[in-house]
């Protein structure tokens, strides 16, 4: 079900479906029983094959293999695409090099965050959008929705509509020999590796000289691959393997044989958590929008909004928010030795004084640490400050005690344990 009224704020009420495997699943089902798998977004997926530590250690140290089969990935294609693309997503897409990628955002005419994504400029007037798998289906209607002239988007100018449209395909379906999905190897030595695979001289070169957020097209042992430097593990050396549908289990067992002498091993939700969590990245649901509605500028991505530009949708919100925000995204390294609770989302935040300043969004254990991403209030949110942190209640026998299950902004609470704000991103 859609809403989208004159407020501008656009509402997809999906329908619930039953979880279905990847196209990778047989390769998981080989190396891990199916209880290790869970529902996310709709599709069958891995927790971990070994365990979070060691495929969080192996990520660092060496290189890690990731399904991504299950995102989005979307064509826009012919002479107006980079002039919609440009108006409905918040970073400047004229300007994208081709070969090249940006991170952006998809907003509604209200300015909520409809997704996160990044844009692949493949040629002149061709582009690959990859989107959120939890947000799929939403962004296809709402693509739908504008396509169609059904959409608001500029509620100062309610009868605006977008003069031309690209031909939009999913990559992932019905799409013949055009399929892409994405393989993601992420780690030190996933370069070594890369090279290894491919064939032609001309495109070792290239691959050799790839920057961060670029592309080549090439062949790994006679698989045709669109190789990026992109990810979501905060590692410097990385990359995403955009393959077709039908290669998608050669490659994944490819890639782990011949990986084998360079400790790569594959990795699962867990690691991917966690990983992302100590790099600082952003989840949709939690580090954005979600229940807070956390905006790019609170999330730390205000560079992503170019509000110079001459019109994108939810641009007059964003320049508002741009200009008033008092929370915001930080990240506090709290102890996590044997002996000390996890830190879970919802948890408090407390100043010097017990004063709660917001919540935890996400957190991981790394090592002998826990890092948590947190949402509190903007004139706190400063590199080196010592911040308390309040446990909300974990059973209805601790609620009985007296622990709070939820607590306000503003509150008087004890300190549980005490940790430190550090840089907001990391990279490694």
């Known amino acids: 079900m859609i809403e989208n009224g004159v407020s501008g704020r656009f509402v997809f009420k999906e329908s619930t479906k039953t979880p279905s495997g990847t196209v990778l699943f047989e390769q998981h089902l080989m190396r891990i029983e199916k209880s290790r798998m869970a529902d996310f977004a709709g599709y069958l997926m891995p927790l971990w094959f070994s ?12 290189a890690g293999l990731f399904d991504c089969t299950h995102m989005g990935v979307l064509e826009f294609d012919g002479e107006h695409a980079p002039d919609f693309l440009d108006a409905i997503t918040t970073n400047n897409i004229k300007t994208l090099k081709i070969g090249f990628a940006k991170y952006s955002y998809i907003l509604d005419a209200a300015g909520y965050v409809l997704d996160d994504i990044i844009i692949y400029r493949r040629k002149e007037n061709n582009f690959m ?27 100062e100018k309610p009868a605006r509509k977008l003069q031309d449209k690209p031909v939009i395909r999913d990559l992932l379906t019905d799409c013949g020999q055009d399929c892409r999905v994405d393989i993601a190897l992420q780690g030190p030595a996933s370069k070594e590796l890369l090279f290894s695979m491919i064939e032609a001289q001309e495109d070792k070169q290239q691959f050799q000289d790839m920057k961060s957020f670029s592309l080549i097209e090439t062949g790994l042992d006679g698989i045709n691959c669109i190789i990026v430097q992109t990810g979501y593990t905060g590692s410097k050396t990385g990359y995403e393997l955009f393959v077709h549908p ?4 050669e490659l994944w067992a490819l890639l782990l044989e011949k990986g084998k002498s360079l400790n790569i091993i594959p990795c699962g939700l867990g690691a991917r958590d966690s990983l992302r969590i100590e790099a600082g990245l952003p989840l949709y649901g939690h580090e954005l929008d979600g ?8 999330a730390g991505y205000g560079w992503a909004v170019k509000l110079e530009k001459d019109f994108f949708i939810g641009q007059a919100v964003m320049q508002k928010k741009s200009q008033n925000y008092n929370m915001q995204v930080a990240r506090i390294e709290f102890p996590g030795q044997a002996g000390i609770r996890p830190v879970r989302q919802h948890d408090g935040i407390l100043d010097k004084n017990g004063i709660c300043i917001g919540w935890v969004l996400s957190c991981a254990k790394v090592d002998e640490k826990q890092i948590a991403l947190v949402y509190i209030s903007k004139n706190i949110a400063e590199e080196n400050r ?18 709070k299950s939820k607590v306000e902004k503003n509150q008087e609470l004890e300190t549980d344990i005490s940790g430190t704000i550090i840089t907001r991103f990391e990279k490694f």
């Not at 229940?291 to 609170?298: G, L």
């Open 246 to 249: 039908s290669k998608a289990a």
């Open 129 to 155: 959008v990859v989107v959120n798998a939890a947000n799929k289906t939403k962004i296809q209607a709402w693509l739908k929705a504008l396509q169609k002239d059904e959409a608001i988007i500029d509620t």
């Open 51 to 62: 365990s979070i530590s060691v495929e969080h250690k192996a990520v660092r140290e060496s």
């Open 291 to 298: 229940e807070f509605n956390i905006n790019p500028f609170e």
């Open 386 to 403: 010592q911040i308390g942190l309040y446990y909300t209640a974990r059973s209805k026998m601790q609620v009985e005690k007296g622990k």
